[in-house]
């Protein structure tokens, strides 16, 4: 704080402690009694007259120590009697932010509170104040501050204000690991005309920052001795964004997922690492690299592919339709898979910031003795346990997480091989998907053997052989050529949606048509339609004779289509282009 706004306040200190004790607070006392805890260890931080020192005191529960810079005005709080049925406040002269070494540092409290004083802090104060806040808090502790937007100084009031916004308050201590519980607007409760912002936020942890941050620091700040870490990392991100019903939340704030859909993210990652001729190592021990724990039964399940390799066996994986001995293949190296994520990332990812625990657990089976569909290696094995806030971090911004892992994924790998490999070569693995080419096929085949088709999103007649098949969720968002997202349509009207997402209103208004022609690829191929709906829109296995599904199904698929807009700024389709 400015030494020409603290001397300002000495010099005027009975002037201040008079209009500070005749103001009407009721508003601001109400505030503070419902946000604040019942019992523990408060600071003040610019305690004034005491008023609000006293108020809280009042409490028995709480332990009140109230500061000021200005040496006056603190000997004019301590004169005043203590609350009734509470004791008095603690008052000492401090300026923030303090000195380093001060031994207020040095104390945790379980709340502070800073009122009318973040605009008296200069630029090159602001954040170290919050830094010390942070510093002084306890994990799962409450910052009280209210503050005067856009308040100037005058002849007659020369103290120092610096115009603070509320939005830019929130996003310094967001950045510190604070979470934003309340934001309230009022008027000055001396008849100024002033409006009066109050922000109140809990520290989530004084160790880590926002659980994006702590995702960072697995990436960046974990051992680098694999590319396990980042693997368990993306195959979460992606997770959250496509099968976000596979998620179960527990008490403790915690969300648990199938191991087995990790496993899976995990062989489209990998084969097309293993099944190249840039020999990535993908770990490193020491100063050696050393070849993917999985690797040998990886080989030798690529080989039962071959010639047709990723996508030969992505198109067989979604029917059903692996050999005996391919489906052994798959069980034994899911296995291996599964026991790797368990054995490595997550036992050892987190815990690099002090005090901080480690972010993944896991319970339940570890071991597949054969796997034929999607869903058995979805439902296969056990959960793997994370903190409910890094999944609703994943969940909301998977996608870019998702896009940044890439890049170190590929910079790692290109470390380890020990030989010049061009990072963009990696990245071109890295980015490689399976698709089932004969998926959008074999679903025009199946239509084609109707002669009252109509097009799914307007009421134009199709001739048999001659519509399109069109993506409800474009191929361009979510690459996904399950069943369900192909259906047919009039091949104007395809061009006309191109990558757009359709209305709200228009997909209900063709939920008939969408569920006629969902039964009809049911009815074609039951086993396949029901193990995709159910991985990627309901998030649990579907029995293939199972009734009453097809408003359940409706209804996930107009959350995806929804949050998949939103989250992705895609551009809606409107009705009255038909």
């Not at 527990?250 to 084969?271: A, C, F, Q």
């Not at 979604?318 to 190296?333: F, Y």
């Not at 170190?408 to 089932?436: C, H, K, M, N, Y």
Request: glycine residues 6%.
């Amino acid at each position: 704080m400015p030494t020409s706004t603290i001397q300002h306040y000495d010099d005027h200190a009975e002037q201040f402690f008079s209009r500070y004790e005749t103001a009407n607070v009721a508003g601001l006392h109400s505030l503070l009694r419902h946000w604040l805890p019942a019992e523990g260890r408060i600071l003040e931080i610019g305690c004034g007259s005491g008023r609000d020192a006293r108020f809280m005191a009042s409490n028995p529960g709480l332990d009140v120590t109230a500061t000021d810079a200005s040496k006056n005005l603190i000997e004019l709080a301590a004169k005043q009697a203590a609350p009734r049925d509470g004791k008095s406040p603690l008052f000492r002269q401090a300026v923030f932010p303090l000195n380093a070494g001060h031994d207020l540092l040095s104390e945790r409290f379980d709340a502070i509170v800073a009122i009318a004083l973040l605009m008296h802090l200069a630029d090159n104060e602001l954040f170290e104040f919050a830094y010390q806040v942070r510093t002084m808090l306890k994990s799962g502790g409450i910052f009280f501050c209210s503050f005067c937007p856009g308040r100037e100084s005058t002849t007659s009031d020369p103290r120092s204000f610096i115009d603070r916004q509320a939005g830019q308050i929130q996003l310094l201590f967001e950045r510190l690991g604070f979470n934003l519980l309340h934001q309230e607007e009022n008027q000055d409760s001396l008849g100024r005309d002033l409006n009066w912002t109050t922000l109140v936020f809990r520290l989530e942890s004084r160790f880590a920052a926002r659980p994006v941050d702590q995702i960072e620091s697995i990436i960046n700040h974990d051992k680098k001795t694999a590319t396990y870490k980042l693997a368990l990392l993306r195959a979460c991100c992606e997770i959250a964004q496509t099968s976000l019903h596979h998620a179960t939340w527990h008490p403790g704030d915690r969300v648990s997922i199938p191991l087995g859909l990790i496993v899976e993210k995990w062989l489209y990652y990998y084969w097309p690492l293993i099944d190249s001729d840039l020999n990535l190592p993908e770990m490193r021990v020491g100063r050696n690299a050393k070849s993917l724990a999985f690797r040998p039964a990886f080989n030798r399940f690529i080989d039962s592919f071959k010639p047709g390799g990723l996508n030969a066996f992505f198109a067989l994986f979604q029917s059903g339709r692996l050999t005996g001995e391919q489906a052994g293949l798959l069980g034994h190296l899911t296995t291996l898979i599964a026991q790797t994520i368990i054995k490595g990332p997550i036992t050892y990812s987190g815990g690099s910031l002090e005090g901080v625990d480690r972010v993944f657990s896991f319970s339940g089976v570890q071991k597949l003795n054969s796997c034929n569909t999607p869903t058995e290696l979805a439902f296969g094995f056990g959960r793997v346990y994370l903190p409910a806030s890094i999944w609703r971090e994943m969940c909301l911004v998977g996608h870019w997480i998702g896009e940044a892992i890439l890049l170190r994924w590929a910079e790692l790998s290109r470390s380890f091989a020990g030989q010049p490999v061009e990072i963009s070569d990696v990245l071109a693995q890295l980015l490689t998907i399976p698709v089932a080419e004969r998926a959008t096929g074999e679903a025009k085949k199946i239509f084609s053997r109707h002669t009252d088709l109509i097009c799914v999103w307007s009421d134009r007649k199709l001739s048999p052989g001659k519509f399109d098949l069109d993506h409800v969720i474009p191929f361009s968002i979510w690459h996904n050529n399950d069943l369900w997202n192909l259906l047919p349509t009039d091949p104007g009207i395809n061009l006309q949606k191109h990558d757009k997402m359709v209305t709200r209103d228009l997909l209900f208004s063709r939920r008939d048509h969408l569920i006629h022609y969902w039964r009809i690829l049911q009815q074609a191929d039951p086993l396949r339609f029901f193990n995709q709906v159910g991985r990627t829109l309901l998030g649990k296995a579907i029995p293939v004779h199972s009734e009453n599904w097809e408003n359940p199904v409706f209804f996930s698929l107009a959350e995806a289509v929804e949050t998949f807009a939103c989250q992705r700024g895609v551009q809606r389709w409107p009705e009255h282009v038909i």
